[in-house]
């Protein structure tokens, strides 16, 4: 049939100006010659009252389907154009939020992490090992096993922060890294050679020598015939071998629960190596933390025969170390991550 060979001929016409049109303007122009009135395909409509009734039928039924061809071929043409066009817009006002540093440098290991790890080399060369214990502690582990029960006078010392968990006051943030030590006690025999550091939180108010949440490490030793000379020995020998030959240490009596005899340890100023200076207070020595020989209630809280062993422990600050070994002057320096400051070291 020759009609149904141009009705062919126009869809296939129509076809080419759908695929051609490269815009959705293009394609919305083209649409009249593609399926309007005056398009090759809707002057066949007009074309079909001159033919016969059969030959009319036949030709009205390709012609539809045609038509609908065509116009699925446009839906679908325009739906292509309009998404490219949602794609291009979007890239166009995409905003690259990617941080450039102007110094794209490599980054480096914090102050503090400097100081722990500097500070475990040293002990591990002297024979102990790294112990490492949860933040969130019982009261029996950061007190009582520490010959601290609830009545003692000496918890005023620590500025407790309790967690509000239904039970109390016997779950609470540590104070101090000691809970670590029992918990070493009570996992493993004597011989016992450990240093124990980590982050501990007092209710404390920041300021030039103070934080709430601040680093400390602690070291234990128990073994038999351990003595004062002992803790005396090892804490020169890490003087010497943290903070130079110029610096030593000293030892005061002091008190503190869960050591008898106790001392508080000292080393020489490192600004003025003794001379005298403002940030000694011209007596050329720093307090550096605080030591002695484990209480023996202490051993007996965690299963240790007080007398077959004895032992010693020893603790201080860690950012309060880095402090005093690189001259700064304020603590709060070192967590306001200025880049400035942080380059440096």
Known sequence: MAVSEDIDAAATAAHGLISGAATLDALKAAEPEILGKKSALGQFKRALGGLEPDERR????????????????????RAELAAGE??????????????????PGLGHL??????????????????????????????????????????????????????????????????????????VMQEQAPPIYTICPGKVFRRDTADASHLPAFHQIEGLVVDEGITFGDLAGTLDEFTSA??????????????????????????????????????????????????????????????IDPERYTGFAFGFGIDRLAL??????????????????????
């Not at 036949?58 to 043409?77: I, P, W, Y």
């Not at 007190?143 to 239904?166: C, G, I, Q, V």
């Not at 000292?266 to 002695?292: F, H, K, M, P």
């Open 58 to 77: 036949v030709v009205g039924q390709h012609l539809n389907a045609v038509r609908e061809t065509v116009s699925e071929a446009l839906d679908d043409r």
């Open 86 to 103: 949602r794609r291009a817009q979007f890239e166009e006002e995409r905003m690259d939020l990617t941080e450039v540093p102007t110094d």
């Open 110 to 183: 914090h102050l503090v992490t400097q100081t722990v790890q500097r500070l475990e080399d040293v002990f591990v060369g002297m024979g102990f090992t790294v112990s490492e214990g949860p933040e969130v502690e019982t009261d029996w582990y950061n007190f009582e096993a520490l010959n601290l029960p609830k009545w003692h006078p000496a918890r005023s010392m620590w500025d407790t922060l309790y967690l509000n968990l239904d039970q109390g006051d016997n779950v609470l943030l540590r104070t101090h890294t000691s809970p670590v030590q029992v918990r």
């Open 242 to 303: 943290y903070f130079g030959g110029a610096i030593k240490s000293r030892l005061r009596p002091s008190f503190f629960p869960f050591t008898e005899p106790s001392a508080e340890f000292d080393i020489n100023c490192v600004i003025c190596e003794g001379s005298g200076c403002q940030t000694c207070q011209r007596t050329g020595w720093i307090e550096l933390g605080g030591c002695g020989m484990v209480h023996p209630n202490v051993l007996s809280n965690v299963g």
């Open 324 to 345: 005093m070994r690189h001259g700064i002057d304020d603590l709060r320096d070192m967590f306001t991550n200025d880049v400035r400051f942080l380059t440096q070291f």
